[in-house]
């Protein structure tokens, strides 16, 4: 087996699709698993030098990620990669009691041994900007402080009301945390006082601004991971960060180029997104030969096989009229119905289950080569309905980064080698589902 550079979790699929193409772009042969693989799974995959398990701890219970995560971080150690990665959503939205991304590090803390875990956030590829700690993030060419964009200060389970990450960490873990910020990454004595913090503090954040405190960033994390500080945690930016550092070292060669896989003639989309972003993409959609049928999300979790027997039908009967289908449960905030789903325990995750139920059946009974699955809460759950094991890359979207056309891999003859879309709910531009249609990577 080729030796591991980089192991990772991702605390939902999209997120972790998004790590897998920064490394596969940059010509680090990735897989990303669906749960620790089997060992014929894992041999299938042995040239590949990251290797990923794509999770669902974003919306999961601190005790969920007691049982589920130390058993998967234990696994992950034992590739030896020389860095491992908990990898959360850039927007970093998080709770004590939903996705707790001080809870995940204090358990990989523990596995891993080591004093000090490293935290990146900052990835100016997707818009995400970190200084003096506090984060930014655009929205349609705008920049905003977390704790005041139109989407992730209102998120409907873990809206971000706190830009400065120290403070919005520390009400999920009791570990001293330090920052790296943009002074001292450019001061001339950087490498003794990161070394001096990492020595005193649980958790170093890295401010990263721009492609200069990126690349120093990079530098100091591969840094301290050859000093023992194997485990981090954060957005894809530790991975941006560190493929400048490997870049300058020679430790990986050159970027890599992957073809179109052509147009298809139908798609289909299931959505759980209730992002304005998702909303607009469904509009723009429909005016480009896409339908959309509503679905009313509180039947799909109460109604059982009924309700989702009648998306498929709706969905059967678009397709066969050779147009392609999106099925939503929300268009946009104004349609969002999570406080009557709340109501009903374990409700979101039945969403994500049912619209993939309904998305594997509209692949088996129409032959459906390609698929989008929209909202990173909805894909982690809805993906596992497929019955896919694994997923590579199949076309990098750089026009909009972390949602890539990836390539299903499993036992499941009808989802074997489906061409199949993660996307975030305010992830690409306005044409994006036409784009993955036409397989178009810009």
């Known amino acids: 087996m080729a030796e591991t550079l980089l192991s990772y979790y991702g605390d939902d699929f999209t997120g972790s699709t998004d790590v897998m193409e920064a490394l596969a772009s940059n ?20 040239d590949c030098r990251a ?45 004590p009691k939903v996705g707790s991304i001080g809870t995940a590090i204090e358990i990989g803390k523990s596995v891993f041994e080591q004093a000090c875990v490293p935290v990146i956030v900052g990835a100016p590829q997707l818009g995400r900007y970190t200084s003096f700690g506090n984060l930014f993030a655009t929205y349609q060419g705008k920049m905003f402080r ?39 990454l450019s001061s001339p004595d950087a490498a003794s006082r990161i070394d001096a913090m990492a020595s005193d503090a649980g958790i170093l954040f890295f401010d990263v601004d721009s492609p200069q405190t990126q690349a120093a960033a990079g530098d100091h994390l591969w840094r301290l991971a050859r000093k023992g500080s194997r485990f ?75 309700a989702v027997a009648r998306a498929v039908d709706d969905g059967i009967r678009i397709l066969k009229s050779g147009r392609s289908v999106i099925l939503n449960t929300a268009l946009g905030p104004s349609a969002d119905r999570g406080a009557e789903i709340d109501r009903i325990p374990g409700a979101r995750h039945r969403l994500g289950r049912s619209l993939g139920m309904i998305l594997r059946q509209l692949v088996e009974r129409e032959k459906l080569p390609r698929a989008v699955i929209a909202g990173g809460d909805t894909s982690s759950h809805a993906l596992r ?58």
């Open 51 to 95: 290797i990923g398990i794509a999770g669902t701890s974003r919306s999961e219970t601190p005790e969920w990620m007691q049982q589920q995560l130390t058993p998967v971080f234990e696994w992950l150690k034992g590739l030896g990669a020389a860095i491992c990665h908990y990898k959360v959503c850039s927007t970093f939205d998080s709770s």
């Open 27 to 46: 010509g680090v042969a990735t897989v990303l698993f669906l749960g620790i693989p089997s060992p014929a799974m894992r041999q299938r995959f042995r």
């Open 385 to 442: 309905e497929l019955r896919v094991e694994a997923l590579t890359t199949l076309l990098p979207l750089p026009q909009t980064p972390g949602s890539p056309l990836c390539l299903a891999h499993g036992s499941h003859g009808p989802t074997d080698g489906l061409q199949i879309a993660l996307k975030g709910g305010q992830i690409g531009t306005d044409g994006y589902f036409a784009q993955i249609r036409d397989g178009q990577g810009g």
């Open 232 to 306: 981090t945690a954060g957005s894809s930016g530790v991975e941006y960060a560190l493929l400048n550092s490997w870049r300058q070292q020679g430790v990986i060669g050159e970027k890599q180029h992957f073809a179109s896989p052509g147009k298809v003639e139908r798609l289909a989309v299931v959505s759980g997104s209730v992002s304005p972003t998702t909303a607009r993409q469904i509009s723009a959609a429909t005016a480009d030969g896409f339908d959309s049928v509503s679905l009313d999300p509180v039947e799909l979790v109460s109604g059982g096989e009924e």
């Open 146 to 184: 977390i704790d005041r964009h139109p989407v992730m200060s209102r998120h409907p389970v873990t809206p971000m009301d706190e830009a400065d990450l120290i403070v919005h960490l520390a009400r999920q873990t009791g570990l001293s945390i330090a920052l790296a910020d943009i002074a001292t």
